[in-house]
């Protein structure tokens, strides 16, 4: 299995209005991991995901590499090509975001099988058996406006891990849900991801779910620079 | 390859998203193309037969004055003379034709004619024993080509007949010249006006007053312009040299203008409807895919590429342009029978232009697909992840 490893790195967004830095001294991402990132609005926790989902690089690292399944190792700092960051994301990793967006003229069974398609992995059966564990199996058919918030997140959890991904990144994902429905779907993605051996990286607000569904947590620390930051550091605290 | 799959589903599984813009292209083809028809099926024939039809570039001066040779060489030096014959006096040139041996005749007009008549066209110019007809002489005397005719002069204090046998070389069309009229070598003319004036006429034996006597002018002259445009600056010119020139200038100035009318009408209406049926695709592109904006997005997280987005967007474009292609030709269709059988009016699209259109459609096409594709290729995929830093 892959393996993400990040050490000493800085990402500075110098945009007109909007300076910002963000440090992660250490972070690695092995298989079966789960790591949660907690910290306040604007704190850059976001950042940290597009660093983490290859959407954007460094400003500078000392280390930010892949370890693929055979022991390869892949400098990740020095890919400037959008097509060789774009093969990595769509091999390694999968997205579940705050607000799912979904194909809406494509069926259930389509949008949970969009990520096979891009990835050139596809495997139906195992669409399917996600669906089936998604509860979802019945409207494998139908198109999506017919789903509700909580059903959406589930097909969104579903199109995260149906090309198995090593990493299975998670924006905020039960922001829009309530408590109950928010511990079922993430009991749901740990469990599934669990099964597949990746690694599951959720970022939220929310302290308790993490715990409970036994996350390492890391924490946004505010620095003192010319510019707004924060410094990406574990709690080193293992929750039970 | 992605990209084109995606859009396949798309066209297949919002056929309402294609057919409603595709309908609205359609709406602003349609015009385009009847008016285009009308002006190459209707106005431009009008045109073509104005312009080939050698009779529009005549030039008449109404009534006989005396015409001496320094008349008609000044009549000749002017520009946008195409062809000139002098002609005697009207009444040396009313005749009666009839076959040779028989009694039946009808009455004739002559027409001096020459090499460079534009009456001619295609025809040889007439000999001192040839003949040119029109339809209606040919009509009445029965004849055909090689046959014989006789033109037929009276001397009316005398009571002489001069009988001149002509062999009939060609007809002329009634669209090119109508009535009775034949066309002669001028020395024929001239040898029958000779003859009913009392002259004698060495050439067909015929006796009389010497014609050294007579002072050789013109009554009248055959004038053509070398061109349509020509018409009005060589009338204006006649009457410079104190003729009273006639012409069809009027039919021809309003044949003109709406040549010019039509080819005006049809490029604004080409042009508004063009950027119509441009806004029209642009915006429903944008209504059935700005919604796809935020999971294109997604879709580049996942690794789709910008390649995959452009096809995306480029072929649900094309289907749109190529469906409203198809209804704009089933609407045209329907359209063209209607004025065809409503108005008698033939409205034609010809194959060069009707490719033309569809060219420039499938090119407008792919221009816009283009210009939204790039804007949907530049859309950043943190755009699925949450706004804050």
């Not at chain 1, 740990?190 to 996350?215: M, W, Y």
């Not at chain 2, 195409?82 to 005749?105: H, K, M, N, W």
């Not at chain 2, 001619?120 to 009509?139: H, K, M, S």
């Not at chain 2, 604004?268 to 063009?274: C, K, M, V």
Request: glycine share 8%; charged share 20%; aromatic share 4%.
């Amino acid at each position: 299995m892959a393996e993400l490893r990040i050490q000493n790195a800085v990402k500075v967004l110098m945009e007109p209005h909007r300076q910002f830095r963000l440090e992660i001294r250490e972070l690695k991402l092995s298989p079966g991991d789960r790591i949660a990132i907690l910290g306040p609005t604007g704190s850059g926790k976001t950042t940290a995901m597009d660093l983490l989902a290859l959407a954007g690089l460094p400003t500078s690292a000392d280390l930010f590499e892949l370890r693929d399944e055979r022991g390869g190792v892949l400098d990740l700092r020095n890919i400037r090509s959008d097509s060789a960051l774009a093969k990595l994301r769509a091999r390694h990793f999968g997205y579940v975001l705050q607000s799912n967006p979904l194909f809406s003229f494509m069926t259930i069974r389509e949008n949970c099988g969009l990520s096979q398609m891009v990835s050139g992995r596809v495997d139906r059966p195992f669409v399917d058996q996600l669906l089936g564990a998604l509860d979802l199996a019945d409207a494998s058919e139908s198109r999506v406006s017919t789903l509700s918030v909580g059903q959406r997140q589930k097909l969104a959890v579903g199109r995260a891990l149906a090309h198995r991904p090593q990493f299975v990144l998670c924006d905020e994902p039960t922001a829009a849900l309530d408590s109950g429905s928010a511990d079922a779907l993430i009991a749901m993605l740990v469990r599934l991801a669990g099964a597949a051996g990746s690694c599951v990286v959720i970022i939220t607000h929310d302290q308790a779910l993490p715990r409970k569904h036994g996350f390492d947590i890391y924490r946004m620390h505010p620095i003192t620079t010319t510019m707004r930051g924060s410094r990406l550091l574990p709690e080193k605290m293992r929750s039970s | 390859m992605i990209g084109l799959r995606l859009s396949l589903q798309f066209v297949r599984r919002r056929p309402l998203a294609l057919i409603v813009p595709a309908v609205a292209v359609a709406g602003c083809l349609i015009p385009i193309m009847i008016i285009w028809s009308l002006k190459a099926g209707y106005v431009e024939p009008l045109i073509t037969e104005l312009q080939s039809n050698p009779r529009n570039l005549e030039v008449r001066l109404r009534g006989d004055r005396t015409l001496t040779a320094a008349d008609i060489a000044a009549m000749i030096s002017l520009p946008g003379i195409g062809y000139i014959a002098p002609t005697t006096r009207g009444l040396a040139l009313r005749v009666f034709v009839g076959r040779p041996g028989e009694l039946s005749q009808s009455d004739a007009s002559l027409l001096p004619s020459s090499a460079g008549d534009p009456l001619l066209q295609a025809l040889e110019p007439p000999a001192g024993d040839t003949v040119i007809v029109t339809r209606d002489v040919v009509r009445d005397l029965g004849l055909k080509i090689g046959d014989m005719l006789e033109v037929r002069a009276i001397r009316y204090d005398a009571g002489d007949i001069l009988r001149i046998p002509l062999r009939v070389t060609g007809e002329l069309a009634p669209a090119t010249l109508a009535g009775r009229r034949l066309l002669v070598q001028q020395s024929i003319i001239l040898d029958i006006e000779d003859f009913v004036d009392g002259y004698a006429v060495p050439a067909h034996n015929v006796g009389g007053r010497p014609p050294s006597e007579r002072p050789r002018t013109f009554a009248n002259a055959r004038i053509y312009a070398d061109k349509l445009e020509s018409v009005t600056p060589l009338v204006r010119a006649l009457e410079d040299l104190g003729n009273v020139p006639e012409s069809d200038e009027a039919a021809i100035a309003s044949a003109l203008a709406l040549q010019s009318g039509t080819a005006m009408l049809a490029l604004i209406f080409a042009l508004t409807l063009s950027i119509g049926a441009a806004i029209s695709v642009w915006s429903a592109l944008g209504q059935a895919l700005i919604p796809q904006k935020r999971v294109v997005a997604l879709f580049r997280l996942m690794g789709g590429t910008r390649f995959d987005v452009v096809a995306f967007v480029a072929l649900i474009d094309l289907c749109i342009m190529l469906s409203a292609l198809l209804i704009a030709s089933a609407g045209y269709t329907v359209a063209r029978l209607l004025i065809e059988s409503r108005f008698h009016i033939e409205v034609h699209l010809p194959l060069q232009q009707a490719i033309a259109t569809a060219v420039a459609v499938v090119a407008a096409a792919l221009i816009i697909g283009m210009a939204f594709a790039y804007s949907f290729m530049a859309i950043d995929m943190k755009e699925a992840l949450s706004n804050e830093t």
